[in-house]
């Protein structure tokens, strides 16, 4: 079992999805079992859209059978506003990964999270 860290912070959040998708996917094709601690960029303001939606979907679609078998947990480190302007998406988020998920702004508790999910704590 490993805890995979994943660092999407410094990138906009057009090219975050990116990120996050090729570590997770990589991650899964190491084919054991994992939790993962994934910091967020910033988001726009809320009512602003990011360009490719369609784009994260497909490669959501392809990830996600991978996560349902080997994901223990995603805990996603975003600002406060940032889980406010994403709320439906987060509640729905073990429905959208295929895993348990949660959403913090203390990387520490993220972390402390993808721990207990491995059993490790």
């Known amino acids: 079992m490993a805890l995979l860290m994943v660092d999407?912070?410094?990138?906009?959040?057009?090219?975050?999805?990116s990120v996050v998708f090729d570590a997770l996917m990589a991650a899964v094709e190491r084919r054991e079992t994992f939790a993962a601690v994934v910091r967020m960029p910033e988001t726009p303001p809320r009512g602003r859209r990011i360009a490719g939606a369609a784009e994260r979907v497909r490669l959501l679609k392809r990830l996600r059978p991978g996560l349902v078998e080997r994901c223990r947990g995603l805990a996603f480190v975003m600002s406060e506003e940032a889980q406010r302007n994403n709320a439906k998406a987060l509640r729905s988020g073990a429905v959208i990964w295929g895993c348990p998920t949660m959403a913090t702004d203390d990387p520490g508790q993220a972390r402390s999270w993808a721990l207990a999910r491995l059993g490790e704590i």
């Open 8 to 17: 999407a912070s410094g990138a906009t959040p057009a090219s975050a999805h």
